[in-house]
């Protein structure tokens, strides 16, 4: 397979497809199918960017290698739930159940490249870590929030697509919303870049501490 650096790796951008998603997802936010169908549609090129970051980066560089997964099968989710009060694992176990969410929600996106599907299925999966992180509840607004961050993060037009059309459509019932989505995007912008973070590694530590750690600050 070849590289996504290599020229025989084109990531396409589909109009159509992209387009038909946003139209449902303004209609229906809540439509994970949709949110896939546009991220697969219009991230492939802002993939290829992040797979670069990713290499230049020797934690990256080490998740590339090793690829691996945020789910049941490859998490203890139980002992996560056993860690202590405020710590990463567990705060993240509580988010899942209190929101009856399953890491496996997440399908690994279809590329023509081995290493950047990993790539998309990692920063799918780690969602809802930024959730825990970044303090953003699982809600219309608070997932609104979460894409003006994410695409601060990692220039994905689906989030910024997701962040600037749903804060407009929802500013009505959600006052505030548009100036909450500008805060979350600055907020992602001065925090580090946290997609080459092996959270695996991180369970036990705090929250908080993590948020210094990554300069990452709560805006929800």
Same mark, same amino acid.
């Given at each position: 397979?070849?590289?996504?650096?290599?020229?025989?790796?084109?990531?396409?951008?589909?109009?159509?497809?992209?387009?038909?998603?946003?139209?449902?997802?303004?209609?229906?936010?809540?439509?994970?199918?949709?949110?896939?169908?546009?991220?697969?549609?219009?991230?492939?090129?802002?993939?290829?960017?992040?797979?670069?970051?990713?290499?230049?980066?020797?934690?990256?560089?080490?998740?590339?290698?090793?690829?691996?997964?945020?789910?049941?099968?490859?998490?203890?989710?139980?002992?996560?739930?056993?860690?202590?009060?405020?710590?990463?694992?567990?705060?993240?176990?509580? +988010?899942?159940?209190?929101?009856?969410?399953?890491?496996?929600?997440?399908?690994?996106?279809?590329?023509?490249?081995?290493?950047?599907?990993?790539?998309?299925?990692?920063?799918?999966?780690?969602?809802?870590?930024?959730?825990?992180?970044?303090?953003?509840?699982?809600?219309?607004?608070?997932?609104?929030?979460?894409?003006?961050?994410?695409?601060?993060?990692?220039?994905?037009?689906?989030?910024?697509?997701?962040?600037?059309?749903?804060?407009?459509?929802?500013?009505?019932?959600?006052?505030?919303?548009?100036?909450?989505?500008?805060?979350?995007?600055?907020?992602?912008?001065?925090?580090? +870049?946290?997609?080459?973070?092996?959270?695996?590694?991180?369970?036990?530590?705090?929250?908080?501490?993590?948020?210094?750690? +990554?300069?990452?600050?709560?805006?929800?």
């Amino acid at each position: 397979m070849e590289s996504a650096n290599s020229p025989a790796w084109r990531p396409r951008v589909r109009i159509r497809d992209a387009l038909s998603a946003v139209v449902t997802l303004i209609g229906d936010p809540d439509r994970l199918d949709q949110v896939l169908v546009l991220g697969e549609s219009v991230n492939g090129p802002s993939i290829a960017r992040i797979l670069a970051r990713f290499e230049a980066d020797p934690d990256g560089r080490d998740l590339l290698a090793r690829r691996p997964s945020i789910d049941v099968q490859s998490v203890d989710f139980d002992a996560l739930g056993a860690l202590p009060e405020g710590t990463l694992g567990r705060e993240y176990v509580r +988010f899942l159940r209190d929101n009856m969410i399953t890491p496996d929600a997440w399908p690994p996106p279809q590329l023509d490249d081995d290493r950047a599907s990993w790539l998309g299925q990692r920063l799918r999966q780690s969602h809802d870590l930024l959730h825990v992180l970044t303090g953003c509840p699982a809600s219309v607004p608070g997932e609104i929030l979460l894409q003006a961050f994410s695409f601060a993060q990692t220039g994905a037009p689906s989030s910024l697509l997701i962040a600037l059309l749903g804060s407009v459509k929802h500013r009505v019932r959600h006052r505030g919303l548009v100036r909450r989505a500008w805060r979350a995007w600055r907020a992602g912008v001065r925090a580090h +870049f946290i997609g080459p973070v092996k959270w695996e590694s991180l369970w036990c530590d705090p929250v908080e501490s993590l948020r210094v750690r +990554f300069a990452i600050e709560q805006f929800a």
